[in-house]
């Protein structure tokens, strides 16, 4: 807190945390680079705590279970998840697209 000036109970009290998508986040950094530098350095956005959501998070970690468990469809006795989608008919030679977030939702239970 000496790196700032402020004390805790003063920074306690001005942070705001604002969870939210990528566009919200990239709307805020956008006001913040407009805004700066800041008029007061105690007032404005610069308190505003900008976080992902939780569909993001959930979307996240989806992507990196989906990825380590896929496997190497090109092995026959590799047992990744891309056996469970050629046994449902699924595309199985290579993973979800992981900018998808419908299909990384839809595919994550067959891992499971």
Same mark, same amino acid.
């Given at each position: 807190m000496g790196q700032i000036g402020v004390d805790?109970?003063?920074y306690a009290n001005r942070?705001?945390?604002? !969870?939210?998508d990528v566009g919200s986040n990239q709307l805020l950094e956008s006001l913040r680079v407009k805004r700066f530098p800041p008029i007061k350095p105690l007032e404005g956005i610069d308190w505003v705590l900008s976080i992902f959501g939780g569909a993001h998070t959930t979307w996240n970690f989806a992507k990196a279970l989906w990825g380590h468990h896929? !496997?190497?469809s090109d092995q026959g006795e590799d047992s990744g998840v891309w056996r469970s989608a050629f046994a449902l008919g699924l595309e199985y030679k290579k993973p979800v697209p992981s900018q998808d977030f419908n299909s990384i939702m839809r595919a994550s239970p067959i891992g499971h």
């Open positions: 805790k109970e003063e942070l705001l945390i604002a !969870g939210g896929w !496997g190497n």
